[in-house]
C-alpha cells in the first residue's frame, strides 16, 4: 500500500487549505485512515481520523469545529479541510491507513502505511 499526500502549502492565519491522501496497492477499501501532524521539535500527534464508510469521525481538541475528514472510497483518498486556521496548525501532516480495522483510533501505533507528508505552514 502506497499513500500520497498533497494539498499543503503556505497561507494566512484564518484561512483555509484541503489535503488529499490517496492509497494505492489496495482493491478494497475497507480500512479507517486518519491523520496526523508533527511540528518542529515536537511529537507527532493526533487529528483526525474516520472509519472505512465514513460513518464515524474523530478528531482531536485542537481541530474539532475547523476541521473536517472525509473519503471517497471510489477514488480510495481521504480528505482534510481545515478551516480558520492558525499558527499552532504548522506542522508536516501525514496521512495513515489501519489496514485490519475498519474503527478509527487517535493512536498513531495502530496504524500501518503512512503517506510521506505535506507541509503546512501558517503565517501571521
Known amino acids: 500500500v502506497q499513500l500520497q499526500a498533497s494539498g499543503g502549502g503556505l497561507v494566512q492565519a484564518g484561512g483555509s487549505l484541503r489535503l488529499s491522501c490517496a492509497a494505492s496497492g489496495r482493491t478494497s477499501s475497507n480500512y479507517a485512515m486518519g491523520w496526523f501532524r508533527q511540528a518542529p521539535g515536537k511529537e507527532r500527534e493526533f487529528v483526525a481520523a474516520?472509519?472505512?464508510?465514513?460513518?464515524?469521525?474523530n478528531y482531536a481538541d485542537s481541530v474539532k469545529g475547523r476541521f473536517t475528514i472525509s473519503r471517497d472510497n471510489a477514488k480510495n483518498t481521504v480528505y482534510l479541510q481545515m478551516n480558520s486556521l492558525k499558527l499552532e496548525d504548522t506542522a508536516v501532516y501525514y496521512c495513515?491507513?489501519?489496514?485490519?480495522?475498519?474503527?478509527?483510533?487517535?493512536?498513531?501505533?495502530?496504524?500501518?502505511?503512512w503517506g510521506q507528508g505535506t507541509q503546512v505552514t501558517v503565517s501571521a
Open positions: 474516520i472509519s472505512s464508510g465514513g460513518g464515524t469521525t
Open positions: 495513515a491507513i489501519r489496514s485490519r480495522y475498519t474503527i478509527p483510533t487517535m493512536l498513531a501505533q495502530n496504524y500501518d502505511y
